[in-house]
């Protein structure tokens, strides 16, 4: 098992290697864009409303992505 573990690491390991060296705009884009910024939005946004509401907001993070994903995807929802 820790071989295969090993093997599993080194293998992703070269290919986030890969991709940084092949796409190094797109990886800078999803860091700040899709990370930094929308975190930064998130941390707006939890000042101005309760705790317990932004738990709330945040804990149906999952079915605001399954609704998206429907929408704007076509994704189907189901097993």
Known sequence: VDV??????????QRC???LKEQPLSVV???VLTTAFTN???????????AT???AIYAL??????FFAYL???E????
Do not use: V
């Open 4 to 13: 295969l573990a090993e093997s599993a690491l080194a293998n992703t390991l």
């Open 17 to 19: 290697f890969e991709l």
């Open 29 to 31: 884009y999803l860091g």
């Open 40 to 50: 930064w939005l998130q941390t707006i946004g939890q000042q101005s409303i309760p």
């Open 53 to 55: 509401t932004a738990s």
């Open 61 to 66: 993070d999952p079915l605001w992505g399954a």
């Open 72 to 74: 704007f995807l076509g």
């Open 76 to 79: 189907t929802l189901g097993a």
